[in-house]
T-cell receptor, first 114, second 115 residues
């Protein structure tokens, strides 16, 4: 069975500060990993994905994530937070090759303050 | 590309009534998924289709829930005899599964409130 753990249900940063959202995965096979963002009362938007190519993945809105197999991690970062980044962020895993469904973490709510 | 479309966006129903949600996937996407999301939680997988075939169902999908995808195009999710515990957002997603991967795109969701 595969799973993801997101450490920290709430993260607060100042505008312009570094954003770091943590995700650790568990999978019996090499995984696909994803980060999605959800704004209030909306669906999920794909930020970026890892599919066994480059371990450093760049996504939209200035976000990036690094796949570290030794640490079973896929943390999401952004060098400088903006007010519009305030949202809920979900890490998800699916099985490489089948990719039949996503298993999500419980999410991290990012708050950006002035 | 008009995105994944879901309707209705909001539904309030009395306990015991039946409700149906519709999902129109991105055109040419062969896979269609249904997820459920409750407040403060991540989306939970319910079921998915490859074309018109329903390939997997979660144990979360009780016998009161039924999903169809006739002709491999739009899909419906019906909940019979609704219970208060069914209150959630129901998310539909679609993807084009091929040898290079499978990126899943989500719709805006359909909120269900059972009173």
């Amino acid at each position: 069975a595969q799973s993801v753990t997101q450490l920290g249900s709430h993260v607060s940063v100042s505008e312009g500060a570094l954003v770091l959202l943590r995700c650790n995965y568990s999978s019996s096979v090499p995984p696909y990993l994803f980060w999605y963002v959800q704004y209030p009362n909306q669906g999920l938007q794909l930020l970026l994905k890892y599919t066994s190519a480059a371990t450093l993945v760049k996504g939209i809105n200035g976000f990036e994530a690094e796949f570290k197999k030794s640490e079973t991690s896929f943390h999401l970062t952004k060098p400088s937070a903006h007010m519009r980044d305030a949202a809920e962020y979900f890490c998800a895993v699916s099985e490489l090759g089948t990719a039949s469904k996503l298993t999500f973490g419980t999410g991290t709510r990012l708050q950006v303050t002035l | 590309d008009t995105g994944v479309s879901q309707n209705p966006r909001h539904k309030i129903t009395k306990r015991g009534q039946n409700v149906t949600f519709r999902c129109d996937p991105i055109s040419e996407h062969n896979r269609l998924y249904w997820y459920r999301q409750t407040l403060g939680q991540g989306p939970e997988f319910l079921t998915y289709f490859q074309n018109e075939a329903q390939l997997e169902k979660s144990r979360l999908l009780s016998d009161r829930f039924s999903a169809e995808r006739p002709k491999g195009s739009f899909s419906t999710l019906e909940i019979q005899r609704t219970e208060q515990g069914d209150s959630a957002m129901y998310l539909c997603a679609s993807s084009l599964a091929n040898f290079s991967g499978n990126t899943i795109y989500f719709g805006e969701g359909s909120w269900l409130t059972v009173v």
